[in-house]
């Protein structure tokens, strides 16, 4: 079936009018007699004992595991159909974020309040980063390609799988990890702004232990003008997204002690970007810049496992490519990363608790045609301890990393927990933390003020929570104080080679924040709430210390940037076997945008109302929509970028059985 081109506005009206409609018939259905003869166990229900992996780098009921963890699912990554994980994990507790226009741009998140430099992702366990810049393109992460998404809190990653975790990690497990049967589907979509996805999956299982996944989807739209009012007449066209994605995985069980697989996820995409005349050269902005961009990652393992041990042995390998265009002189900007991962996790089960033990070795290489580059290689053992007895769980980790460019790191962790009854736990835990410096801090061009002499950033972390379960609620409180030292910045001091100043480990910050999460299932209502109270500050001496311009500074007690200091939302949902609607309220408050925190600088606070839900029509065909910011509220994330008013995507998945 072909769409013709309506209007987004008109096609907006007719969308949400459908929607309602459908939405309406089918809960004037679900008072009726009939329902009332659907199985319990397809009723919702506060989930207490997910299994979580990151949080202890083995397969852990979530209600034993110490650190905050948050698991977002198969069924809640339906609602962000046409979306990215970016999408998905800025609405979650403890995240802020920014953007510089729509999908593809250029953006940065935060978690509890650390810089995305300083937060490891992985994919199914292979690191996923930029070398040059630091930190991961979560924006350019299909959610339609994601099997589920597990957040781990705090720095006790740092312990577990080394630098770059100290404020936390995010795990991204590859489409098709949980498949009990074969089938197949198809996806069409299309929202505001002339956004279009198709894509297609098949699923296969047989009784001799093969599970195989197979997925692709295209998703393109023509974005909107990602920049507020200016002069420039070349930067008040629409900014374009489109990219092509693709996701394996395989998983075959050889005997009844040993299975290999093999899974990846893969995606490349062209950005259309904003540009200016290159103040140093002279050379004229390309009238439609763009960005050519080249990310995910693969990897193979083979299993043993008996009772009482598991042991795996994994090889990996990540990507993330990207070429910019933005002037008519150049051929472009180009930072190619690659990594090579190889580990070997060793799990034995005691008389008492767990022990694993592991090593890793992990090569890094930055090719660009911008500086010259450079290769690391990290080796590493760790040994950790799991504890769950009579009511009490504990989690000690140690970890070893050997550099090749600069000196060996020791991280470790300890955490405890406890019930005081049934239904109500409190813990506390300590970790230290690390992050090693970009590759742009060490050997990028000195009039970037690169310097080869760094040495990590290092972190103290504190946390402490309680929490109080039961069959109808699961509620939350965590709190945390950081403290950052040896802060990667610039020494201010203008000089002929160090334009804008040298990086040095000066700075230091300290973090504080209380976290709060409830969430609620009676009868087939779901609702519940986040709330993030947090102060993020410098806590730098800058006696003596000065701007590029010789100015005197003195950023001490401000607060960092992009880190609101009140973020909230609230949901309320309601749930069949054949429906699932949510609507939800975000509220993020006034922040600054740089750490001099100017009344300039402030962004404004706004709150922003959404709704997804996803319909049954037929035992094959399935709806899903969204609709984001109903009210049309104008706000920003970063100055001078635009973010978009109402918009919507709506799709329909055909599954053959």
Do not use: C
């Not at 959610?143 to 705090?154: F, T, W």
């Amino acid at each position: 079936m072909f769409l013709s081109r309506l209007s987004s506005r008109t096609y907006l009206r007719l969308s949400i009018l459908s929607a309602l409609g459908l939405l309406a018939a089918n809960t004037a259905m679900a008072v009726t007699p009939e329902t009332t003869s659907v199985d319990n166990g397809e009723m919702p229900q506060v989930e207490l004992d997910k299994i979580v992996v990151t949080a202890t780098r083995t397969p852990t009921k979530a209600s034993n595991v110490v650190a905050q963890t948050r698991v977002i699912d198969k069924e809640e990554l339906q609602r962000y159909q046409g979306q990215t994980a970016l999408d998905v994990l800025k609405r979650q507790p403890g995240f802020s974020h920014y953007t510089n226009g729509g999908s593809g741009t250029i953006s940065n998140f935060y978690m509890r309040g650390y810089d995305n430099k300083q937060i490891l992702v992985l994919i199914d366990g292979i690191r996923y980063s930029s070398l040059s810049a630091g930190g991961a393109a979560l924006s350019l992460l299909p959610a339609d390609q994601i099997d589920r998404i597990e957040v781990l809190y705090g720095a006790s990653g740092s312990s577990i799988y080394g630098a770059d975790a100290m404020g936390g990690v995010i795990q991204v497990f590859t489409k098709g990890g949980n498949i009990d049967r074969s089938s197949m589907s198809v996806t069409a979509g299309v929202g505001s702004n002339d956004q279009y996805l198709y894509g297609a999956s098949a699923q296969f299982a047989n009784d001799k232990g093969t599970t195989l996944s197979l997925a692709a989807s295209h998703n393109e739209t023509d974005g909107f003008n990602a920049t507020l009012p200016r002069d420039l007449p070349s930067q008040t066209d629409d900014d374009g997204f489109e990219s092509d994605n693709y996701s394996l995985f395989l998983n075959q069980k050889i005997n009844d002690s040993l299975r290999f697989g093999i899974s990846g996820l893969y995606s490349k995409s062209t950005t259309d970007i904003d540009s200016y005349d290159d103040y140093m050269t002279g050379a004229p902005a390309l009238k439609h810049a763009f960005s050519d961009q080249e990310s995910g990652a693969a990897s193979a393992y083979l299993e043993h496992f008996t009772d009482s041990s598991n042991t795996k042995l994994q090889y990996g390998y990540s990507i993330d490519e990207s070429t910019t265009y933005e002037t008519d002189v150049n051929n472009g900007s180009q930072y190619d990363t690659k990594q090579q991962q190889i580990s070997l996790i060793s799990v034995q089960n005691l008389p008492v608790g767990k022990v694993t033990l592991g090593a890793e070795h992990l090569k890094q290489k930055l090719e660009s045609n911008v500086y010259d580059a450079d290769v690391r290689k990290i080796t590493s053992g760790f040994l950790g301890y799991l504890l769950s007895y009579n009511g009490f769980d504990a989690q000690a980790n140690i970890r070893y990393d050997d550099y090749s460019d600069f000196d060996s790191e020791t991280t470790y962790n300890l955490g405890g927990a406890y019930n005081i009854s049934p239904d109500f736990r409190i813990g506390a835990s300590y970790a230290k933390g690390y992050r090693i410096p970009t590759f742009n801090d060490l050997y990028g061009p000195k009039s970037w003020g690169s310097n080869a002499n760094l040495k990590p950033e290092t972190s103290d972390n504190y946390e402490a929570f309680i929490e109080y379960n039961t069959s109808l609620q699961s509620t939350r409180i965590t709190g945390y104080n950081n403290k950052v030292d040896d802060l990667i910045a610039s020494d201010g001091k203008s000089t002929p080679e160090y334009i804008y100043g040298q990086r040095i480990n000066t700075d230091k910050a300290k973090i504080k924040g209380v976290t709060l999460t409830s969430d609620w299932v009676i009868d087939n209502y779901l609702f519940g709430a986040s709330y993030d109270y947090q102060k993020a500050k410098d806590d730098s001496d800058y006696t003596g210390k000065v701007d590029y311009l010789g100015n005197p500074i003195d950023y001490n007690g401000n607060y960092l940037p992009i880190r609101p200091e009140n973020k909230g939302l609230i949901y309320l949902g309601y749930h069949l076997p054949s429906l699932d609607i949510r609507a939800e309220y975000e509220y993020i408050g006034h922040y600054y945008y740089s750490v001099n925190n100017a009344d300039s600088q402030i962004i404004d606070s706004f709150g922003l109302f959404n709704i997804s839900g996803n319909y049954q029509l037929t035992d094959n065909l399935t709806m899903s929509a969204r609709l984001n910011n109903i009210t049309n509220k104008e706000y920003v994330t970063a100055l001078g970028y635009n973010t978009d008013g109402t918009n919507f995507f709506t799709s329909l998945t055909y599954n053959w059985f």
